[in-house]
């Protein structure tokens, strides 16, 4: 199982917000950034927020993310049917010799 | 524009070895952190292997001893040489940036499916 814990899945109608959440430890999360990717089906991840909360350039601001001691979150708000895909959170983790560690991956569905 | 395009995946026998490629464009290889990332089929992403700019290399505890990350600075091309080849090594690779915690894995490519089965 994965160092970082995300819901299996998650879902919401066009137009709602909804939050995908990371859940993790001391050792991960409550010692450094978090970063989120976006898995779109059949395609490479790609960056969606970085330390903790910062959007790459081209992101939308529908896109937020937070953290708060060991858990992160990242929020999408106006959800479109093209924000169906997997969203992993990322980090490091002090006790292993991973470089990056993910989460499993939560599947959002725009129903 | 950055660009990042691996090769090199394909069907291997257990024990056998492959070498993958990922060529760059629009930055340089070796001035930069690069990552080797891969997700077995249905599963999540696991880290697998960084070359820092200066030099240094790391590896995954799952792959240590069997993979070695390597870079050609005329080419700007990274690699990722694979040895003893397992069937839990089957997934897609994939390169990318690494800026670590200034930005993350800002860049990836679109990923090379390595398959080890008899």
């Known amino acids: 199982q994965s160092v970082l814990t995300q819901p299996p899945s998650a879902s919401g109608t066009p137009g709602q917000r909804v939050t995908i959440s990371c859940s993790g430890s001391?050792?991960?999360?409550?010692?450094?950034?978090v970063y989120w990717y976006r898995q779109l089906p059949g395609t490479a991840p790609k960056l969606l927020i970085y330390?903790?909360?910062q959007r790459p350039s081209g992101v939308p601001d529908r896109f937020s993310g937070s953290k708060s001691g060991t858990s992160a979150s990242l929020a999408i708000s106006g959800l479109r049917s093209e924000d169906e895909a997997d969203y992993y959170c990322a980090t490091w983790d002090d006790s292993l010799s991973a470089n990056w560690v993910f989460g499993g991956g939560t599947k959002l569905t725009v129903l | 524009e950055v660009q990042l395009v691996e090769s090199g995946g394909g069907l291997i026998q257990p024990g056998g070895s492959l070498r993958l490629s990922c060529a760059a464009s629009?930055?340089?290889?070796?001035?930069?952190?690069m990552s080797w990332v891969r997700q077995a089929p249905g599963k999540g992403l696991e880290w697998v292997s960084i070359?820092?700019?200066?030099?240094?290399?790391y590896y995954a505890d799952s792959v240590k001893g069997r993979f070695t990350i390597s870079r050609d600075k005329s080419k700007n091309t990274l690699y990722l040489q694979m040895n003893s080849l397992r069937a839990e090594d089957t997934a897609i690779y994939y390169c990318?940036?690494?800026?670590?915690?200034?930005?993350?894995?800002?860049?990836w490519g679109q990923g090379t499916l390595v398959t080890v089965s008899s």
């Open positions: 629009g930055f340089t290889v070796s001035s930069n952190y």
């Open positions: 330390r903790n909360n």
């Open positions: 001391s050792s991960n999360i409550g010692s450094t950034y």
């Open positions: 990318a940036r690494d800026l670590q915690e200034v930005a993350g894995l800002d860049y």
């Open positions: 070359i820092y700019s200066g030099g240094s290399t």
